[in-house]
């Protein structure tokens, strides 16, 4: 998978393509997967993930497989 710009904050629709799965994938894990990294919610329409956070997960995940 490719890395997004480190000092980007990520929103839920470029996650869910990263992985390549839906935006409802990103929530779930966010909620039920204790090591995901939590969203920043900025407004009531703005969340975004670190994605500094975010590759550092993928990787943990491909260094455990």
Do not use: M
């Not at 670190?50 to 497989?65: F, G």
């Amino acid at each position: 998978a490719g890395q997004i710009k480190a000092e980007v904050a990520a929103e839920v629709k470029e996650l869910a393509a990263r992985f390549s799965v839906s935006t409802k994938t990103i929530w779930n894990w966010a909620k039920l997967q204790p090591d995901f990294p939590q969203p920043i919610i900025f407004s009531g329409n703005c969340t975004r993930w670190n994605a500094e956070q975010v590759d550092a997960w993928a990787r943990s995940r491909e260094n455990a497989a």
